[in-house]
């Protein structure tokens, strides 16, 4: 707790691929806010092999400012990556992640940090309005984040990107969990801890344009379901099933109808054979499915449980000290 007060350092990590238009000017709003705060802070950018002058842009900024840290890919890994590298890199008791376009305002960074020395572990920024985005991209974006709670079951926060603040605790947890898939929202929704929202106005781009085309938006937006659902996988096990049962009330029904009529038609029999036969495939398809799931599962290597706090374990919540046992 005591970390959270006046000597606490804030790192801002802030990713960055083809930003040259806007990377100064964010450094420009960042380091104002994080002026006016009381704490020392550190901003991390992560190049994410920018083609452009990005990174010639953040050497100057390094080299001028000793609370600027600049980390350049070799080549362009993505969004998530680069968020990810940012949190290995920084140092801080607590971690903000921030596009680097101005499109999340640094201005909403002292209120994440005022409630993060509330208690909060993270402190998420949720989108009360977009400005300046299109009515496809809102609309996707609405659908999108209803369907993703709906298929996984778990309490990812609505409307909410990646700007957020993380305490070490959970940043620690994060970098733990080894999967390659990353949805940083999902995975910092399924670690826990204290969470609490901070509204905010979704900013129009500073300049240049998005670097996530709308591939790289389905890729994450397949990436949020995959990481945290099989129910897609579960699928074929309802067709399935619903197949086999219609073909059988098919067959039971050709049966009795031929019965009646004192005439078989082979057609119905064939069919309803045909189609309960697939049906079993299906069904088949899907417990298959069910054992992928659990390889998927196991696959993904993230930790069995996670400890917020340890009571009485003797100070530092030292394990291995037998004070206070009786042997
Ligand atoms: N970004 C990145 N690597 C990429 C694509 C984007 O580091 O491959 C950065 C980008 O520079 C920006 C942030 O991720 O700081 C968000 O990207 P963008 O603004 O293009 O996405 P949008 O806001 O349109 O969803
Ligand atoms: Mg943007």
Redesign the pocket.
Known sequence: MEKKAAGAIISVV??????EAVIRESYRRLKQVMDGMDLRYELVF?N?GSRDGTMEILRELAKADPLVRAVGFSR?F??QV?VSAGLDYARGDAVVII???L?DPPEVIPEMVAKWREGFDVVYGKRVKREGEGLFKRLTAFLYYRVLRSMTGQPIPLDTGDFRLMDRSVVDVIRSMPEKNRFLRGMVSWVGFKQAPVEFVRAE?FAGE???PLR?MLKLAGDGIASFSVKPMKFATVLGAALTAGAFVYLVVSLCLALIAKAMDPWHIALAGLLLLDGLIFCVLGMMGTYIGRIYEEAKRRPLYIVSEEVGFGSGGNKTETEGLDD
Request: proline share 5%; no cysteine; charged share 30%.
């Open positions: 802030v990713p960055a691929y083809n930003e992560v994410d362009n993505g969004h680069a596009d680097g376009d499109q781009r998005s670097k996530y790289a």
